[in-house]
């Protein structure tokens, strides 16, 4: 008996390991600093890069996320943001999740500096198998009361969590990477409470354990609704 559920668990551990990890690199701003006790929820469709493009067909698949952020006070905002991948010809679901930070200064009327450090878990199914951390500088900028913009730069590294890959040339490297990231940002207030944010991020990565690099783009198209005081 204990050998057939040894063998069972070793089994279900084994189909749930995939030899690539899907992320999000979005920030998916607010339409405008969240404020203390504001909640901004969104919602997103977006590419999802590979970690090892290599090892699959493509260098991202499309997958949905969303985004639920908090203002703990006039400056400072904590977000919990999950994505997963939408690919049909994936057997095993792979999806993640983040703890966000945004602490932001006013710098003229309308004009942001945002610090957005993040920390984050990727899965395949239902077992953790990675993880990142990244950090960035962003500036927003609100041409209007209905048109806004953002851009920045950062950086980030990932490693895998509680298994080892089997490398291209069969040796012992560290399995892990490192990316520079951008972001490029469009948003539009369609309603009083309501906004579409649309934004790219090239990211430029290097994977050092398959030692490869490559650049690479991951858009996302998103709606957001912000509550709670103004």
Not at 35 to 62: C, F, T
Not at 79 to 91: E, H, T, V
Not at 186 to 205: D, G, R, S
Request: net charge positive; proline share 5%.
């Amino acid at each position: 008996m204990k050998t057939n559920t040894l063998i069972a668990f070793t089994l279900v551990l084994l189909s749930s390991c995939s030899r690539s990890l899907v992320y999000s690199p979005a920030v998916s701003l607010p339409m405008q600093p969240l404020s203390e006790n504001q909640i901004d929820l969104q919602g997103s469709a977006e590419l999802l890069p590979e970690s090892r493009p290599s090892q699959y067909s493509g260098w991202a698949v499309p997958g949905i996320s969303g985004q639920l952020t908090y203002g703990f006070s006039s400056r400072l905002a904590i977000g919990l943001r999950a994505w997963g991948d939408m690919s049909n010809w994936n057997p095993t679901t792979r999806s993640g999740f983040s703890l966000n930070a945004q602490y932001h200064w006013e710098r003229a009327p309308g004009r942001y500096l945002y610090l957005l450090p993040r920390a984050g878990i990727a899965l395949s199914g239902s077992w953790i198998q990675g993880y990142g951390f990244s950090n960035a500088l962003v500036w927003q900028r609100k041409r209007s009361e209905k048109l806004g913009y953002y851009f920045g730069a950062g950086v980030a590294y990932g490693h895998t969590a509680t298994i080892r890959f089997s490398s291209n040339n069969g040796d012992n490297r560290q399995s892990m990477g490192f990316a520079g990231l951008a972001h490029l940002g469009l948003q539009w207030a369609f309603a009083k409470k309501a906004y579409l944010n649309l934004e790219a991020n090239p990211i430029f990565l290097i994977n050092t354990y398959d030692q490869e690099q490559w650049l690479l783009l991951s858009p996302q198209l998103s709606i957001g609704y912000t509550l709670g005081p103004h």
